[in-house]
């Protein structure tokens, strides 16, 4: 694993804080279970389908049909309502959830109806830029983890031996995936 990490070399944990956080958690949403090219695609008609109405809104009071045309699957737009509705009644400030302790901000964002700890892992560490979460939903990086260590080992137990940077652990498997074959 040491070989692989210096063969990718370094990277970076930058916090994307470029959508407000309930869109960015629509974002992850639509995302989930897809490769990146397709969920960008989905995303790309979602945005289209608001006509420059804010997001969230447009969640809040869309035709479900409406999304699901634009690739949107029933479970992930009945997602995107839930998050609106949580947005519009003020229980996603990222101001207020970044102030939290992570498991208790993984509390409350998986206590939106469709937004699992997947989700919430992936959040914690791209947008609020947390050190410390191994995402063991993550096929990929489980699998890349299990490719380079020991598939009899469970990942969690491997992880924690990179405690309190996790989630650069992750940020490696990940960039491991993508990385040509040696």
Known sequence: MTEAIARTGPVELTPRQDL???ERLCRAVAGQQLS???AASIWKRVVASAEGKPLIDH???VDPQVLRDCG??????KAMAAIAAAA???????ETLGEMATGERTQR???IWGVGQWTADMLNIFYFGDLDIWPEGDTTARKTLERLTSKRRKTVRTAARFAPYRSYLA????QQADAAPV
């Open 88 to 94: 519009l009644a003020g229980d996603l400030e990222a």
């Open 109 to 111: 964002l998986t206590q």
């Open 20 to 22: 407000p956080l309930p």
């Open 36 to 38: 990146v090219k397709a």
């Open 72 to 77: 949107l699957s029933g479970a992930k737009t």
């Open 171 to 174: 940020l490696y498997m990940w």
């Open 59 to 61: 969640f809040s009071a």
